[in-house]
């Protein structure tokens, strides 16, 4: 992706984000010299990853796969493999209309995902398939979740819709797949320790983080970014 393109895209989002009220933490609005300058104080957010994030899975076709995030908050893996300590992450998503989110499905993350606003008849529709005992996609089989505390059941590769303020929980090892019907979609998601890096399984070879070709000056910092401070200072 180039660069320009990812600033116009979070310009995009950070106006929709602030449509529905949301208020971003301070450091959503640093400029990336302030990440340079503060590093010695901002352990807590460059190791556990928080801020902006934005993929096109490695496709380059970012309005027909792609997707938008902000982390606010997550825990550490140590802590997750003790039992104790911040096991948790929260995350803001924007779901563009028809904008795939592809088949994945994860290790260790459980997660629920939340619409938190949309315009008027805008949906968030999720695909859904259990996994076979070794993992792969169960083409056969019903998969059960619970939505706002009420278990659901539909079919392999069946699609659930949520509407503003509802919710699906998603356990380890089930198959989703997601996009915004009707509209962009702002989603929420809260989850066990979130770790992008390792605990993502595609159905298909795809990056997660994307390559960049940096034909102007960033306007916001991704976290793919932190690795580098240097450049920005």
Known sequence: MKRSEINAILRRADAFIGSFGFVLPPFAGWEPARFAAERAHIAGILDTRLGWDITDYGKGRFDEIGLV???????????LARGRGMLYAEKLMIVGERQLGPMHRHEVKAEDIIVRGAPEGARLALQLYAPTPDGGIDRAAPVRVPCDGMMREVEAGGIVRLSPGESITLMPGVWHAFWGEGGDVLVGEVSTVNDDVTD???????????????DEAPWRLLVGDYDRLDRFA
């Open 200 to 214: 993502n399984v595609f159905e298909d070879p795809i990056g997660r983080f994307p390559e960049i070709e940096e």
């Open 69 to 79: 995030l902000f982390t606010l908050r997550n825990g550490r893996k140590e802590d």
